[in-house]
């Protein structure tokens, strides 16, 4: 099992990698994260190389490893993730130039990905489903990369009361079905957080038999994505998480965000799942 956490509401990556670092965490998921001054990409579609040159260079300090998590990236005010016909060029070409970066410098080669809104109303969007679903084909056809990609999983429309106007496809088994196809080297990121908000049970998205390249691990109240420490209650499917852990074949990411925890609670929280799965 490889534990991982990531950068993001931790503060600058130097400081989040040391701290991950000092818990035993040998491996981080990379977001953009403004707040902590760390861009995967700029406003002008340019990739901050010297970014990744920090990164890789961290790498070998700490001797751990990192992936990158894109999402909701921004473009000339437009969420290139979400890859309407004018982005759809500048997604496809930010993910074959990242996936040459993670070959080049040495990252774990893994990019986890989300699929289109169906509902946005902050930034407009409000699609049908079959839109969504063809603008998934469009944005993963044929890319060919090294990397694995994985996709996550979301919350049923209206079962995110953190979110309430934002809705994604990744709901239901299908969508994956349909945005994946037979593409080779495309699999499952199994948000556990989600699936807590979500009308379809986690081994529903288990037997579609895509590999399960990463798990996001956190929980909630059952009302909104709330991101909290992943423990028998934050958790409602138990054995269902045990199982898509299991089946994970990569990083096993502690997606959570309170800066409050003790390094004793966080040490705790790893070593119950670990106990469960082994
Ligand atoms: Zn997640």
């Known amino acids: 099992m490889i534990w991982a956490a990531q950068n993001k509401y931790w503060g600058r990556i130097e ?23 760390f861009k995967l990409i ?68 893994l990019i986890t990905l989300h699929l289109p809104f169906t509902q946005n109303s902050k930034r407009n969007i409000l699609i049908s489903e079959q839109e969504a679903i063809k603008m998934s084909e469009a944005m993963l056809n044929g890319l060919g990369l090294k990397a694995s990609i994985a996709l996550e999983n979301m919350y049923t429309p209206g079962h995110n009361s953190r979110d309430p106007d934002i809705s994604l496809l990744g709901y239901d088994p299908s969508h994956f079905k349909k945005a994946i196809g037979n593409e080779k080297n495309i699999g499952l990121c199994i948000d556990i957080g989600h699936t807590n908000l979500c009308n379809r049970p986690i081994k529903d998205f288990l037997n579609t038999d895509y590999p399960v390249y990463s798990i996001h691990l956190h929980g909630n109240d059952l009302s909104g994505d709330w991101h909290l420490k992943p423990d028998d209650k934050s ?20 997606e959570i965000v309170d800066k409050t925890l003790s390094k004793k609670s966080i040490i705790e929280c790893m070593q119950y799942w670990t106990q469960l799965v082994e």
């Open 15 to 37: 400081e989040s990698t040391e701290y991950w670092s000092s818990l035993g965490i040998k491996h981080i998921m990379v977001k953009n994260d403004p707040n902590g001054n």
């Open 42 to 109: 700029n406003s002008d579609a340019c990739i901050p190389l010297k970014n990744y040159k920090l990164l890789s260079k961290l790498q070998e300090q700490h001797n751990i490893k990192y992936h990158f998590h894109p999402y909701n990236l921004i473009v000339d005010n437009k969420i290139i993730t979400h890859p309407d016909e004018e982005n759809l060029p500048k997604f496809r070409a930010f993910l074959k130039e990242l996936d040459k970066i993670i070959s080049d410098y040495n990252f774990y080669p």
């Open 235 to 254: 958790v409602k499917d138990v054995a269902g998480t045990i199982s898509a852990i299991r089946k994970c074949q990569g990083p096993v990411v502690l």
